[in-house]
Every structure is written in C-alpha cells, then in structure tokens.
C-alpha cells in the first residue's frame, strides 16, 4: 500500500527557515510527479511546489524564490526547504504523488497522500 509520511513542521520564528520531509512507501518518488500542498484555515488547498520525474521544478507565485523542492530517491524521499518564512506560510503542508507532469496543479492528478504536518510561523 502507498504510504506517504510527511515530517518536519513546528512552529517557526518569521524570517527562519525550516525543512519539511516526505517518506514515501511502495511507490519510488523518482519515478513520480512530487509535489506539496498547503492549507491554511479559511483557504482552500493550494499547489506549492512540485518536481518531475526528471527534476524539473515549478513553484506556487507566494512561495517562488523562497521555498525549494527536491528529493533523494537513495532514501526515496522528498523535502521542501522553506527559508524567510512568513505568517502567511502558516499552513498544514501535504505531500502527494501522481502521474502526469501536465496535469501538475490539478490535484485530482493525485492519488497518494500524506496526513499532512503543520507549519506554524509567528511574528
């Protein structure tokens, strides 16, 4: 069965950084469509970065510059490096696994994911 078991939220000073892991089970993240997701109270569900089969890389607008996607398919893992977080970054961070780098920022192109982690970033 496909597990994914993200890591790595907590609460968080303004302006820090913090590195988010996603542990994946039967399925091999370097032969996927990675990608987060976030979502904050009020807000629904939002892409925020994803990464090809290939190591190609596409970030959300509020997030580009500031956060990096990558993986290390030795441990079959992805991360999320988020650096000069903000409050607005608060937010339960999923991770999710599909097929299709076309259909990137849908998320119906998702069949697998994570429980989620919570990011908190105070003021």
């Known amino acids: 069965q496909v597990q994914l078991v993200e890591s790595g939220g907590r609460l968080v000073q303004a302006g820090g950084s913090l590195r988010l892991s996603c542990e994946a089970s039967?399925?091999?993240?370097?032969?996927?469509?990675m990608a987060w997701f976030r979502q904050a109270p009020r807000n629904e569900r939002e892409l925020v970065a994803v990464i090809s089969s290939d190591g190609i890389t596409n970030y959300g607008d509020s997030v580009k510059d500031r956060f990096t996607i990558s993986r290390d398919n030795a441990k079959n893992t992805v991360y999320l490096q988020m650096n000069s977080l903000k409050p607005e970054d608060t937010a339960v961070y999923f991770c999710?696994?599909?097929?299709?780098?076309?259909?990137?920022?849908?998320?119906?192109?998702?069949?697998?994911w994570g429980q989620g982690t919570q990011v908190t970033v105070s003021s």
């Open positions: 039967a399925l091999t993240v370097g032969r996927k469509v």
């Open positions: 999710a696994a599909g097929s299709s780098w076309i259909l990137r920022g849908y998320q119906a192109n998702y069949p697998s």
